[in-house]
C-alpha cells in the first residue's frame, strides 16, 4: 500500500457521461498530480494541486477539471467523455510543490462504451 | 518541446543478465530524474533516483548514471530476477513546472 487512495479502481460509463475520480494523498502530503496513461501515449500529465491551489497544467483536456479540498483530497471531473478517454488515471502525491518524490495511487481504469 | 526518449521499448534478457535502460531528454536546465517500475495492474512505483549535482547513484542491484552534457541518464540492473520483470519508466522534472515527464516505458522480460 502505497498509503495515496483512488476511487473507484474501476469504471464503467457511456459516452457523453461525466465521472469524478477521487484521490487522498499519503499523510502529511500537499501535492497531488493527476496523469493519465494510454498503451499509446504512456504517462501523460494532467494537472498539479498544491495545498488547495493549482500549481501546473499538462495535457488536460477543456473537457477534463480538477479540484483539491481543504482537507488535501483531490477529484478529478471528466465530461463528455468520449471512446478515447478510456484510459489508467493515475493520482500522485508529495510532500512539497517540487515533484520529488513522487508516490502513486493504484489508479481508476476508466472504460468509455 | 519537453521531451523525455526512453530506448528500448522493449528487452528481454536472460536471468542474471543485466539490464539497461537509456533515456534522453530536451531541457538542459532538468535537475531532477527518477525511474518508476510499473508493475502489472499497479501504479508506479520509485525504484532510484538521481539529482543533477549527481554523476551516479547506487542502490544493491539497481544503478543510474548521468551525463548532464550530453543529456541523458540510464538505468542498470545487475543479476537481473523474473521478479525484475516489469514496465519501467524514466522522468525527468523541467525547469518550467513543477510535474514530472515522463518516458514511454520500457517492458522488460527476465527469462528463467
Known amino acids: 500500500d502505497s498509503g495515496v487512495t483512488q476511487t473507484p479502481k474501476h469504471l464503467i460509463t457511456a459516452t457523453g457521461q461525466r465521472v469524478t475520480l477521487r484521490c487522498s494523498p499519503r499523510s502529511g502530503d500537499l501535492s497531488v498530480y493527476w496523469y493519465q496513461q494510454s498503451l499509446d501515449q504512456g504517462l501523460q500529465f494532467l494537472i498539479q494541486?498544491?495545498?488547495?491551489?493549482?500549481?501546473a497544467k499538462g495535457n488536460i483536456l477543456e473537457r477534463f477539471s480538477a479540484q483539491q479540498f481543504p482537507d488535501l483530497h483531490s477529484e478529478l471531473n471528466l465530461s463528455s467523455l468520449e471512446l478515447g478517454d478510456s484510459a489508467l488515471y493515475f493520482c500522485?502525491?508529495?510532500?512539497?510543490?517540487?515533484?520529488?518524490?513522487?508516490?502513486f495511487g493504484s489508479g481508476t481504469r476508466l472504460t468509455v462504451v | 518541446g519537453e521531451n523525455v526518449e526512453q530506448h528500448p521499448s522493449t528487452l528481454s534478457v536472460q536471468e542474471g543478465d543485466s539490464a539497461v535502460i537509456k533515456c534522453t531528454y530536451s531541457?538542459?536546465?532538468?535537475?531532477?530524474f527518477p525511474w518508476y517500475k510499473q508493475e502489472l495492474g499497479k501504479g508506479p512505483q520509485l525504484i532510484i533516483d538521481?539529482?543533477?549535482?549527481?554523476g551516479e547513484k547506487k542502490d544493491q542491484r539497481i544503478a543510474v548514471t548521468l551525463n548532464k552534457t550530453a543529456k541523458h541518464f540510464s538505468l542498470h540492473i545487475t543479476e537481473t530476477q523474473p521478479e525484475d520483470s516489469a514496465v519501467y519508466f524514466c522522468?525527468?522534472?523541467?525547469?518550467?513546472?513543477?510535474?514530472?515527464?515522463f518516458g514511454k516505458g520500457t517492458s522488460l522480460l527476465v527469462t528463467p
Open positions: 494541486y498544491y495545498n488547495g491551489e493549482e500549481r
Open positions: 531541457d538542459s536546465a532538468s535537475n531532477y
Open positions: 522522468a525527468a522534472r523541467f525547469r518550467s513546472g513543477y510535474a514530472l515527464n
Open positions: 500522485a502525491s508529495s510532500e512539497g510543490q517540487g515533484a520529488y518524490g513522487y508516490t
Open positions: 538521481i539529482r543533477s549535482n549527481v
